[in-house]
Antibody
């Protein structure tokens, strides 16, 4: 079974740094793009960026470029989302999700696919 | 960036009735090389991660009830729930995966009337 398991909830103060994780299992982690999606309280889903773990090719939304860093360690099947200096406005649920799909015995990777499956989400609260 | 606009923002439908959600993209998400629309629909319930319902604009994900149907092409798309069930209460999002950033619509909240 393809599964993404995210790290637990975090409570941080403004200005602190943070790195949350997303561990994949049940598939060749390096060969499928992984993305991050933000949901601020009471708001919709926002596409933050994606990474290809095999070579760390990364694409960011202009809205998040320079504000977060997406990385991956293919040796431990884990993707990361990190902040160097958190703000209260970073308070949100963050989801990771895989791109690509399998139909029968054929599997397709690439970034021009929908998100499936998703991790369970990591709630980040930033408050003084 | 491709802007995705859903309508309505919220919708209340009686049990057993039809629900229709619209999604419009600011540019075509139909790729001429494969004649596929790079458009997905997700269902998002409180306390759960989003779940893909439809991809390629009209292909139902395995296990999704056949009351969920996607249609449209180019820039205009619809998600139709033919006979609303109580468990369909959720927020629904369209997403284009034609080009990065692979933007979502703002969401449509579906409730029971």
């Amino acid at each position: 079974e393809v599964q993404l398991v995210q790290s637990g909830a975090e409570v941080k103060k403004p200005g602190e740094s943070l790195k949350i994780s997303c561990k994949g299992s049940g598939y060749n982690f390096a060969r499928y793009w992984i993305g991050w999606v933000r949901q601020m309280p009471g708001k919709g889903l926002e596409w933050m960026g994606i990474i290809y773990p095999a070579d760390s090719d990364t694409r960011y939304s202009p809205s998040f470029q320079g504000l977060v860093t997406i990385s991956a360690d293919k040796s431990i099947n884990t993707a990361y989302l990190q902040w160097s200096s958190l703000k209260a406005s970073d308070t949100a649920m963050y989801y990771c999700a895989r791109l690509g799909y399998c139909s029968g015995v054929s599997c397709y990777s690439g970034y021009r696919f929908w998100f499936d499956p998703w991790g369970q989400g990591t709630l980040v609260t930033v408050s003084s | 960036d491709i802007v995705m606009t859903q309508s309505p923002d919220s919708l209340a439908v009686s049990l057993g009735e039809r629900a229709t959600i619209n999604c419009k993209s600011s540019q075509s998400v139909l790729y001429s090389s494969d004649n596929k629309n790079y458009l997905a629909w997700y269902q998002h319930k409180p306390g759960q991660p989003p779940k893909v319902l439809i991809y390629w604009a009209s292909t139902r994900e395995s296990g999704v009830p056949d009351r969920f149907n996607g249609g449209g092409s180019g820039t205009d798309f619809t998600l139709t729930i033919s006979s609303l069930q109580a468990e369909d209460v959720a927020v629904y999002y369209c997403q284009q995966y034609y080009s990065a950033p692979q933007t979502f619509g703002q969401g449509t909240k579906l409730e029971i009337k």
